[in-house]
């Protein structure tokens, strides 16, 4: 029994963690932008996860980190559609 419970629970929680983030107005050029390369390093935050002042401190540490990593950084257009994305749904 406790092992049927346990393959249980860990099927539920694999379901969970494999969700994509649903978030507002996903076909929007701008969420799109924010969708792309936002997953290149990490699962995708729901926009209202802070207030936009919060997401213009944690850009500037992404944009950090991307440089660190030798990525290629954001496009003036790029960091632009995302900050209007997120000003518009952030908290």
Not at 16 to 39: D, L, N
Not at 45 to 54: G, N
């Amino acid at each position: 029994m406790k092992r049927l419970f346990f393959w249980a629970i860990l099927i539920f929680l694999a379901g969970c963690a494999a969700r994509p983030t649903h978030i507002p107005a996903q076909m929007s050029s701008e969420a799109k932008v924010y969708t792309s390369r936002c997953i290149l390093c990490h699962s995708l935050p729901h926009p209202k996860r802070h207030t936009y002042a919060q997401w213009e401190g944690i850009m500037a540490v992404m944009d950090e980190r991307m440089e660190q990593k030798g990525m290629k950084p954001l496009a003036s257009q790029e960091k632009s559609a995302i900050m209007r994305y997120l000003k518009k749904y952030a908290r």
